[in-house]
């Protein structure tokens, strides 16, 4: 069975850096494609970065594009998200999502299967 666990999120101040994380189990890690989404209050929920270890392609939604960034340790199953120079609007719970299907948009949520728990960001002014 698939599993994603979220993590790292809380209370950062506008212009400051958190890292999330995404451990994942049940599937093999040296194959895999995960997306990180959130969902602000009141709001869709968005692609944010996706990561592909076939190829080691990365892609970032333009309102995160040069500030965050999007890895993964392959030793210990997890993907990251780095959040740099966070901004009020980055507020949201954060998601993370193993791709299992490539429709020609990155971010798809129907190309996504397995999703973690989420994990909520607060960025205060």
């Known amino acids: 069975e698939v599993q994603l666990q979220a993590s790292g999120g809380g209370l950062v101040q506008a212009g400051g850096s958190t890292r999330l994380s995404c451990a994942a189990s049940g599937f093999n890690f040296d194959d895999y494609s995960i997306g990180w989404f959130r969902q602000a209050p009141g709001k869709e929920r968005e692609g944010v970065a996706c990561?592909?270890?076939?190829?080691?392609?990365?892609h970032y939604a333009d309102s995160v594009k040069g500030r965050f960034t999007i890895s993964s340790d392959n030793a210990k199953n997890t993907v990251y998200l780095q959040m740099n120079r966070v901004k009020p609007e980055d507020t949201a719970v954060y998601y993370c999502a193993t791709r299992t299907y490539y429709s020609g948009n990155y971010y798809s949520e129907a190309d996504f299967d397995s999703w973690g728990q989420g994990t909520l960001v607060t960025v205060s002014s």
């Open positions: 990561i592909s270890s076939s190829d080691g392609s990365k």
